[in-house]
């Protein structure tokens, strides 16, 4: 059953916190939003605004999304569905190894990054359609008139209260509420994803879903130890490269090649002539 409402505790950046209370928005206010919605749409269209459809026309006519990056998101797209399938059923009826398994799952990831990449543009691009900015209206309307303090009263008084407001902890905190609720967004998506659901269950990633080796130190795809910051390390901790090489924290190249001086040679040293003592 889903919940009515959610209480959060928003800790502020003086240090302070505050209690929030994000209710799930009744027909009425769906219906106001709604509303909302249909005239920005509306008002986005007269003033030229992109729509969905003719963006998507204005970025294949243009050259930012042809046929062929739509037919290499299809495929990407089926790719991580067959592996999806092959880590939950296995192939053609055969025991994997767990080694197996894991390839395909480290293979899952790679293929989502890449999609990512791919449909950044088209994404960013699309909030700014008319479609996208209508529905960015209907849900700043429902925070604003959903979102309460611990003794029941509105945190915002209006739509433009929360506008002013939209980048602080609260609105954000209540914003991220209100998302889940609705759409049931899932605050640990990530770990709920299939690849990441078998690297788990062999004890292949740790808490934050980072590779790790036996011990359950950190490790980059090719098993290469991983610091906290991200850089590869050697058994003594310090960073290298993807061939072991010294970096510096920079991320340059440290000297390590001896060299013979042969710009900067050694001056000879001047002989001392001791005085005869002629007494």
Same mark, same amino acid.
Request: glycine share 6%; net charge negative; charged share 35%.
């Given at each position: 059953?889903?919940?009515?409402?959610?209480?959060?505790?928003?800790?502020k950046?003086?240090?302070?916190?505050?209690k929030?209370?994000?209710?799930?928005?009744?027909?009425?206010?769906?219906?106001?939003?709604?509303?909302?919605?249909?005239?920005?749409?509306?008002?986005?269209?007269?003033?030229?605004?992109f729509?969905?459809?003719?963006?998507?026309?204005?970025?294949k006519?243009?050259?930012?999304?042809?046929?062929?990056?739509?037919?290499?998101?299809?495929?990407?797209?089926?790719?991580?569905?067959?592996?999806?399938?092959?880590?939950a059923?296995?192939?053609?009826?055969?025991?994997?190894?767990?080694?197996?398994?894991?390839?395909?799952?480290?293979?899952?990831?790679?293929?989502?990054?890449?999609?990512?990449?791919?449909?950044?543009?088209?994404?960013?691009?699309?909030?700014?359609?008319?479609?996208?900015?209508?529905?960015?209206?209907?849900?700043?309307?429902?925070?604003?008139?959903?979102?309460?303090?611990?003794?029941?009263?509105?945190?915002?008084?209006n739509?433009?209260?929360?506008?002013?407001?939209?980048?602080?902890?609260?609105?954000?905190?209540?914003?991220?509420a209100?998302?889940?609720?609705?759409?049931?967004?899932?605050s640990?998506?990530?770990?709920?994803?299939?690849?990441?659901?078998?690297?788990?269950?062999?004890?292949?990633v740790?808490?934050?879903?980072? &590779?790790?080796?036996?011990? #359950?130190? !950190?490790? =980059?795809?090719? +098993?290469? /130890?991983?610091? @906290?910051? *991200?850089? &590869?390390?050697?058994?003594? #901790?310090? !960073?290298? =490269?993807?061939? +072991?090489? /010294?970096?510096? @924290?920079? *991320?340059?190249?440290?000297?390590?090649?001896?060299?013979?001086? =042969?710009?900067?040679?050694?001056?000879?040293?001047?002989?001392?002539?001791?005085?005869?003592?002629?007494?």
């Amino acid at each position: 059953m889903a919940k009515k409402q959610k209480e959060i505790l928003v800790e502020k950046v003086d240090g302070s916190e505050v209690k929030i209370v994000v209710k799930r928005p009744n027909a009425n206010l769906i219906n106001k939003a709604q509303r909302i919605g249909a005239k920005v749409w509306t008002e986005s269209v007269k003033e030229g605004l992109f729509t969905k459809t003719s963006l998507g026309e204005f970025m294949k006519k243009n050259g930012m999304w042809d046929d062929e990056k739509e037919e290499k998101q299809n495929s990407i797209t089926e790719n991580i569905k067959l592996l999806e399938r092959q880590i939950a059923l296995g192939v053609d009826g055969r025991k994997l190894k767990v080694s197996e398994g894991k390839r395909k799952a480290i293979e899952i990831r790679q293929l989502r990054i890449e999609l990512r990449d791919l449909i950044a543009e088209k994404i960013a691009l699309e909030a700014n359609t008319a479609e996208g900015l209508a529905e960015n209206a209907k849900f700043n309307f429902l925070v604003a008139n959903c979102t309460y303090d611990d003794k029941d009263q509105k945190v915002y008084k209006n739509l433009e209260e929360y506008d002013e407001n939209a980048d602080d902890e609260v609105a954000f905190a209540a914003a991220a509420a209100l998302g889940q609720m609705m759409y049931n967004l899932d605050s640990s998506y990530e770990e709920s994803l299939p690849e990441n659901q078998f690297l788990k269950k062999f004890n292949l990633v740790d808490e934050d879903l980072s &590779l790790v080796d036996k011990e #359950g130190h !950190r490790v =980059d795809v090719d +098993g290469t /130890l991983v610091n @906290d910051k *991200g850089w &590869l390390i050697n058994d003594k #901790g310090e !960073r290298i =490269d993807r061939e +072991g090489n /010294l970096l510096s @924290d920079a *991320g340059q190249m440290l000297l390590q090649a001896e060299y013979e001086d =042969d710009v900067h040679p050694a001056t000879p040293k001047k002989k001392v002539t001791r005085k005869k003592n002629t007494e």
